[in-house]
Nanobody, 126 residues
């Protein structure tokens, strides 16, 4: 089992940047595919980005492609989400998630992840 703790959320003006971090417990972080999801009030939780175990492949939702970058540091058991050119519609609670699956079919869905963090609030003002 792995425990995930997100940090780095906050209030930022439109056009600004934030970097989210997700620290994982345990010694087997490199065995997990990692993802970021977000949930805005009244909306379903949606996929934002994912990264493979080695960090060699990354995946993004169309809505954030070119603005967000996911990365990981396996030595620090941490995955990051660099968010640039933020828009008010990026406002949401952002969740980190880990997956033991190697199947990319569910990579962009909640069902593809085993463990979740508690979330961190990101608010973008216009």
């Amino acid at each position: 089992q792995v425990q995930l703790v997100e940090s780095g959320g906050g209030l930022v003006q439109a056009g600004g940047s934030l970097r989210l971090s997700c620290a994982a417990s345990g010694r087997t972080f490199s065995r997990y595919r990692m993802g970021w999801f977000r949930q805005a009030p009244g909306k379903e939780r949606e996929f934002v980005a994912a990264i493979t175990r080695s960090g060699g492949d990354t995946y993004y939702a169309d809505s954030v492609k070119g603005r967000f970058t996911i990365s990981r540091d396996n030595a620090k058991n941490t995955v990051y989400l660099q968010m640039n050119s933020l828009k008010p519609e990026d406002t949401a609670v952002y969740y980190c998630a880990s997956s033991t699956s190697y199947d990319t079919y569910y990579l962009r869905t909640r069902n593809g992840y085993n463990y979740w963090g508690q979330g961190t609030q990101v608010t973008v003002s216009s």
